[in-house]
């Protein structure tokens, strides 16, 4: 039996051949769990598969894109975008939503934010291009922003997407900081403790 083949054997109904591909698509998800959720919604009541099926649009219909940080948000602009309360001058840069959650989860940091929605891989193919380091640029360029603080993860790939930043926006006379490496290397913001992702944005130094 192929592990990677996409779902359940020919023989099975279409319906639920479907689903399973469906499943199989999603990231970590195997074809021994595509199986199993697809005989998990075949038992499911049909007001526990309605409410599936809701949720999954109600994501698509109610969730998008900050125009001006590109997090996550229900509202354009975001929450924290449109908060006049926070320092909209010092914008850190993250790589996905999740960390602004976690620097949101510290307290301490009362600027706005820039999502990547990624990093630079080169193994991976991503490049510049394929985040939103454009649209940092153009925040940049309004003249509205003083400080930059990187905080893309402590690691290779996440260093090489830092210096990339550094290099395009620092001739734009911005000052641009880092995090201090008092995350665990290799680790990610997520999995910090809210007083050593205080303890980063504060101890950031200028690159
Ligand atoms: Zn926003």
């Known amino acids: 039996m192929d592990a990677r083949a996409p779902g359940l054997a020919a023989g099975y109904p279409a319906s639920?051949?479907?689903?399973?591909?469906?499943?199989?698509?999603?990231?970590?998800?195997?074809?021994r769990t595509a199986e199993r959720l697809t005989y998990y919604v075949l038992r499911?009541?049909?007001?526990?598969?309605?409410?599936?099926?809701a949720a999954i649009q109600a994501v698509k219909q109610s969730v998008g894109y900050c125009s001006v940080c590109h997090n996550v948000t229900e509202t354009d602009p975001c929450e924290i975008c449109a908060d006049p309360r926070r320092d909209h001058a010092t914008v850190c840069v993250v790589e996905e939503p999740k960390d602004v959650i976690a620097i949101e989860a510290g307290g301490e940091y009362r600027g706005v934010y820039h999502v990547l929605?990624?990093?630079?891989?080169?193994?991976?193919?991503?490049?510049?291009?394929?985040?939103?380091?454009?649209?940092?640029?153009?925040?940049?360029?309004?003249?509205?922003?003083?400080?930059?603080?990187?905080?893309?993860?402590?690691?290779?790939?996440?260093?090489?997407?830092?210096?990339?930043?550094?290099?395009?926006?620092?001739?734009?006379?911005?000052k641009v900081t880092r995090i201090s490496r008092d995350v665990p290397s290799g680790s990610s913001l997520e999995h910090s403790s809210p007083s050593i992702i205080n303890d980063a944005?504060?101890?950031?130094r200028e690159m």
């Open 117 to 174: 929605l990624g990093r630079l891989s080169p193994l991976e193919g991503v490049e510049a291009e394929d985040l939103t380091l454009d649209a940092l640029s153009q925040r940049v360029r309004s003249g509205q922003v003083r400080e930059i603080v990187i905080a893309t993860s402590p690691n290779l790939e996440g260093d090489g997407t830092a210096l990339y930043i550094h290099r395009q926006l620092a001739p734009l006379g911005v």
């Open 201 to 204: 944005i504060l101890g950031r």
């Open 16 to 31: 639920m051949r479907r689903l399973c591909e469906a499943f199989s698509r999603m990231p970590g998800v195997g074809r």
């Open 44 to 53: 499911a009541s049909s007001d526990e598969a309605a409410e599936l099926a």
